[in-house]
């Protein structure tokens, strides 16, 4: 049962335009969500997150956008660049231990 | 440099051998999570270690064991090996569940 899910495998955007991953959730518990990036060879880093009691939390180049009603997130990504190319995640908890992942979306900024 | 430390970085070993993967946190990272990454899979949750207790439980195998020392490094432990466990695994750390785990970069094994 995927809890989490990002249905497009792989993105390709050109420079300087926008990137947007979108995921979506099964579990209405699920109250904090996060992206992470990954580049190959390295783990996951962390990214950017939202608590269900907001729709939208910015830092810099990179939005994240929540709606609850519809279970879905999205991050936006302006302007995007080719060191943004790399695998991203989102993940939700519902205030326990664990996170649980999507299968990851590959982002590949064309420049 | 993440400051969580995953050794070996690689591992290749047989079917029905054991193995032990061994993790770092963070410095001042109570918590340890191990997660697993098949191909193509997202980042499957094992266990949750929190200052030595088992926290929390995922879809971990049962020939699969980990423990947190005293130190707070943990070690993951992986028996009758299969190779349907060859993956990449992870382990991260955190202060709290809400801080956002940092990740290691990964053991991968592969089992032949």
């Known amino acids: 049962d995927q809890q989490v899910k990002q249905n497009s495998p792989s993105l390709s955007v050109q420079e300087g335009r926008i990137s947007i991953l979108n995921c979506d959730y099964t579990?209405?518990?699920?109250?904090?969500f996060l992206w992470y990036k990954k580049y190959p060879a390295e783990g996951p880093t962390f990214l950017i997150s939202?608590?269900?009691?907001?729709d939208k939390n910015e830092d810099g180049r990179f939005t994240v956008f929540l709606n609850k009603s519809a279970k879905h997130l999205s991050l936006h990504i302006v302007p995007s660049q080719p060191g943004d190319s790399a695998v991203y995640f989102c993940?939700?908890?519902?205030?326990?231990?664990?996170?649980?992942f999507g299968t990851g979306t590959r982002l590949k900024v064309l420049a | 440099d993440s400051g969580v430390t995953q050794t070996p970085k690689h591992l290749i070993t047989a079917t029905g051998q054991r193995v032990t993967l061994r993790c770092s946190p963070r410095s001042g990272d109570l918590s340890v999570y191990w997660y697993q990454q098949s191909l193509d899979q997202g980042l499957q949750f094992l266990i949750q270690y929190y200052n030595g207790e088992e926290r929390a439980k995922g879809n971990i195998l049962e020939r699969f064991s980990a423990q947190q020392f005293p130190d707070l490094h943990s070690e993951l432990n992986l028996s009758s090996l299969e190779l349907g466990d060859s993956a990449l695994y992870f382990c991260?750390?955190?202060?709290?569940?809400?801080?956002?785990?940092?990740f290691g970069s990964g053991t991968r094994l592969t089992v032949v």
């Open positions: 991260a750390s955190s202060v709290t569940s809400r801080d956002g785990y940092t």
């Open positions: 939202i608590s269900s009691i907001k």
């Open positions: 579990n209405s518990m699920f109250d904090y």
């Open positions: 993940a939700a908890t519902s205030g326990t231990y664990k996170y649980i």
